[in-house]
């Protein structure tokens, strides 16, 4: 763009009013919102869990922040284990040569967790499992 010396040139300022709200600010209305979500693992196996590793917590805030820490790490892998399965399914069923009538469609397929998709959901969390050696 050429400008002469002639014309008046306009600056323009922009302001941004997206401005995070400070570390405490965000912390307390986490905090607003845990008093009245109930988590799946409940307070007291959170605590439990807790005391036997020696932490011993003041505020049950901070167990339920903990529970909801440990549901979404179960849901994770959980998660995880389920796209095993899935992959595991649909390469099992594309080697095999049956009609389409026999197949259900992914929506009516069921899946049940297994060792075989656990192990590897676990292995990307940093868990190794090992199967128990069968004793008769």
């Given at each position: 763009?050429?400008?002469?010396?002639?014309?008046?040139?306009?600056?323009?300022?922009y302001v941004v009013d997206d401005v995070e709200p400070a570390?405490?600010?965000a912390l307390g209305e986490l905090l607003m919102h845990l008093e009245d979500y109930t988590p799946t693992v409940?307070?007291?196996?959170?605590?439990?869990?807790?005391?036997?590793?020696?932490?011993?917590?003041?505020d049950p805030r901070i167990?339920?922040?903990?529970?909801?820490?440990?549901?979404?790490?179960?849901?994770?892998i959980a998660n995880d284990a389920l796209q095993h399965c899935k992959t595991r399914s649909n390469s099992q069923?594309?080697?095999?040569?049956?009609s389409?009538?026999?197949?259900?469609?992914?929506k009516d397929r069921k899946y049940?967790?297994?060792i075989e998709d656990l192990t590897p959901a676990l292995a990307d969390h940093g868990i190794t499992m090992r199967k128990p050696q069968y004793f008769v």
């Open positions: 763009m050429v400008v002469s010396n002639d014309e008046e040139v306009e600056s323009t300022e570390p405490g600010e409940p307070d007291a196996v959170a605590e439990q869990y807790l005391h036997m590793a020696g932490f011993e917590a003041v167990v339920r922040i903990i529970s909801v820490t440990a549901q979404k790490f179960i849901s994770d069923h594309s080697g095999s040569h049956g389409n009538k026999d197949k259900k469609s992914n049940t967790l297994a």
